[in-house]
């Protein structure tokens, strides 16, 4: 089958690549970008470990084709913390908040709140269980994933955190 | 898992999506947001030949008002679907649908066109899209004709559309401010289907049902218009006997599969318990 050209913005940069239209977003990104950060888990839509953030929206990867993204401007985990290696500040938090345990889930856990964030400053605890429940995480029982949405959130806002309940 | 070969199609407009539909024949698919076709796909349930991608198409994104409907291009998402103030003071019961649909990623992809075309009847619309009366808009080679969302369910994954033929837009009748509504839905987890659900959408008048209007979701091969129940309810103040009498009759026109989700005996009650709390609801909302 004909190959497509495409070209997109990946973490700042342009890329333009040529691929088969059936190559998954999450293939072209692990394979031929060299980006591992998104995790291939479930493939079928379920678990949320692909998840990048597409022209401000968190997608699952592994549902749609990288010809489907042709245009866009992507986010993956290695485009979160800064040049320098400062980490961002939903990293420092799950760092602080032990946020994970084998952190295969994380990648997608960091994308998709980071997305949460931008579209609600200051969400409930309701709302990050609810704006996360396209994310499994297998080990933590999602208390500490929260507190550390918690964690950055109140550092965004400038404000003192306040825990989740126990 | 990986998809078998397509080629891959991208038009701008209405006309070179209907017509390359046409040239192209069964092996082409059109494409939405995919989140139903694309898991097809990488099962191999789904080969098509070629796709066509209805994303260049800027005609069939929007939600508009025209008269008294409200007009939905058939590529708007459920999260614009959740973020639409015109949806959320005219027909809120859209809102709270596709809050119920999958999860936060989901929704920013997947689309109104895909959940009510794809004939799935796991999906959360249809039903609803029955119970609000909705007209579908279908473009072919010789032109539009509209078809009652009533009308268009046939059986699983089977539809009123011919081959060719292209969901654009779902038109919706307003209901008159002051109705009741509620989508209500059983379901194991959040991204789940319906073990079963239940809409309502109905109005009041002195204390009275003046109309009422059912849809059911995957509990029979294809989403339910409740026609007589909604009819048992119209007239009543609500009251507990009618409730079970219209209960009753909306039980008796499911005819769901024992699976994962529970025996069919089980579905067709939780249809039944979830018509019982919509209406509670809707009765509470309604002014």
């Not at chain 1, 992507?74 to 939903?90: F, S």
């Not at chain 2, 030949?49 to 590529?75: F, N, Q, S, W, Y």
């Not at chain 2, 909705?134 to 009123?160: D, I, P, S």
Request: glycine share 10%; aromatic share 4%.
């Amino acid at each position: 089958m004909a190959k497509s050209q495409i070209s997109m913005t990946v973490n700042g940069k342009k890329v333009e690549e040529l691929v088969e239209p059936r190559t998954l977003l999450i293939h072209f990104l692990r394979e031929q970008l060299n980006l591992t950060g998104p995790h291939i888990g479930c493939e079928t839509s379920h678990c949320g470990a692909c998840t990048v953030d597409l022209d401000g929206k968190s997608v699952k990867s592994c549902t749609m084709f990288a010809v489907q993204a042709n245009g866009a401007d992507i986010r993956t985990i290695e485009g979160m913390a800064a040049a320098d290696g400062t980490l961002h500040v939903l990293q420092e938090a799950f760092r602080e908040m032990h946020g994970l345990q084998c952190g295969f889930c994380t990648p997608g856990m960091i994308t998709r709140a980071y997305r949460l964030l931008q579209e609600n400053k200051k969400p409930t605890e309701e709302e990050i269980r609810f704006g996360i429940a396209g994310n499994l995480c297998r080990c933590t029982g999602y208390q500490n994933i929260v507190k550390a949405i918690q964690y950055a959130a109140a550092k965004i806002n400038g404000v003192p955190l306040q825990e989740a309940a126990e | 898992m990986i998809p078998g070969s397509f080629a891959y199609h991208r038009p701008t407009s209405v006309k070179d999506a209907v017509s390359l539909l046409g040239s192209l024949g069964e092996d082409a698919r059109a494409i939405a947001g995919g989140h139903s076709l694309i898991p097809m796909m990488k099962l191999r349930l789904a080969a098509p030949a070629h796709l066509i991608d209805l994303a260049g198409v800027a005609d069939l994104k929007g939600i508009r008002e025209d008269g008294r409907d409200i007009v939905i291009g058939v590529m708007t998402t459920q999260h614009e679907l959740v973020s639409s103030e015109l949806l959320a003071n005219k027909i809120p019961i859209l809102r709270e649908t596709s809050l119920q649909i999958a999860d936060p990623q989901v929704r920013y992809v997947g689309t109104i066109g895909g959940n009510i075309a794809n004939g799935d009847p796991g999906n959360d619309m249809p039903a609803v899209m029955m119970c609000l009366n909705a007209t579908y808009h279908a473009v072919g080679k010789t032109g539009e004709r509209r078809v009652a969302a009533r009308e268009f369910y046939q059986g699983a994954y089977l539809t009123a559309l011919k081959p060719g033929e292209l969901v654009t837009a779902v038109r919706i009748p307003v209901p008159p401010s002051g109705h009741g509504h509620a989508y209500e839905k059983l379901k194991r987890k959040i991204g789940d289907y319906a073990t079963a659900a239940a809409a309502v959408v109905l109005t009041l008048s002195g204390g009275k049902v003046s109309t009422c209007s059912v849809g059911l979701t995957n509990v029979a091969e294809t989403p339910l218009w409740a026609e007589e129940a909604g009819n048992i309810l119209t007239g009543s103040a609500l009251d507990a006997a009618t409730v079970k009498k219209a209960v009753a009759a909306a039980e008796a026109i499911t005819s769901p599969a024992s699976d994962g989700r529970g025996p069919a005996a089980y579905r067709t009650k939780m249809a039944g318990v979830m018509l019982t709390r919509a209406l509670a609801r809707a009765k509470e909302r309604a002014a």
